[in-house]
């Protein structure tokens, strides 16, 4: 029976043959890998990845889908959890994973951030995603696209654009650009928050307001003396900061 897309589930199932090959092969799995697909829809990328794969993990919502895969694949193949990627928790399935998907863009900001708290169960992560979020993930200081979500992610991991991918590779097709982004957790160094939980409240603040000056938003934060004491112009704007800054900044408010 046809499967009718679901817009509330942000189904765009991919249908062009060269672009699966090309993100199968940039995430390149090896057969014993822990690999969890976020989203399996009608099976795109679970078919060829289970091609390559003794035993596939997939997070789905929509129950007729998950019924379609329980039916085309024995459970020593593939494990499906069944609900939100939003309330999985993913340290649960296990550790070194590598996450992949095709993701419903309605979650994907949501998601990402989601994802970021297991950084130290993930291997890697490759997204297709609203091109104009990958291009909000990977900007850089100075750009108007520099925000929460690129100081959030690329705290934690290292992030590539690997491909671009048109409306007409989908059914149906988006109404936007699409991209493939690798994101790969970066090791401990020095650009660690002590408290992780204060460095986000920080990032939240400062980029809650993006137009006023620092000294504005960091208000009750950070004071004149602090900002010399780190040397910081507190006539900055949020988007002018580095990672490291805020990094800086939150270690400097105490533990
Ligand atoms: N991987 C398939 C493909 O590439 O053709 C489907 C991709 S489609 C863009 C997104 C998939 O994520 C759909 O199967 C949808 O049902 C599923 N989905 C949507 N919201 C979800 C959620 N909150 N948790 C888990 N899966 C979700």
Known sequence: MKHIPRRRFGQNFLIDHGIIAAIVNVIAP???????????GLGALTE??????????VVEIDRDLIARLKKQYPPERLSIHEGDALACD??????????????PYNI???????????GDHIRDMHFMLQK????????VPGDGDFGRLSVMLQYRFHLEWLLDVPPESFD????????????????????TAKNP???ARLVQTAFAQRRKMLRNTLKGVLDETGFNALGIDPT????????????RIANSLGD
Not at 95 to 103: A, E, F, I, M, S
Not at 132 to 139: C, N, Q, T
């Open 132 to 139: 104009e979020v990958v291009e909000r993930m990977v900007a």
């Open 197 to 199: 939980a204060r460095f």
């Open 30 to 40: 090896q057969r014993g890998d822990a690999v969890v697909e976020i989203g399996p």
């Open 48 to 57: 060829p990845l289970l091609a390559r794969l003794d035993h596939l993990h």
């Open 90 to 103: 993913f340290a649960a399935i296990g550790g070194n994973l590598r996450l992949v998907g095709n993701l």
């Open 108 to 118: 994907s900001t949501p998601l990402l951030f989601h994802l970021a708290d297991y």
């Open 236 to 247: 900055l704007r949020p988007e002018d900061l580095a990672v490291e800054d805020y990094v």
């Open 172 to 191: 149906p097709p988006p109404k936007v650009q699409s991209a493939v982004v690798r994101l790969i957790p970066r090791a401990a160094t020095d650009l």
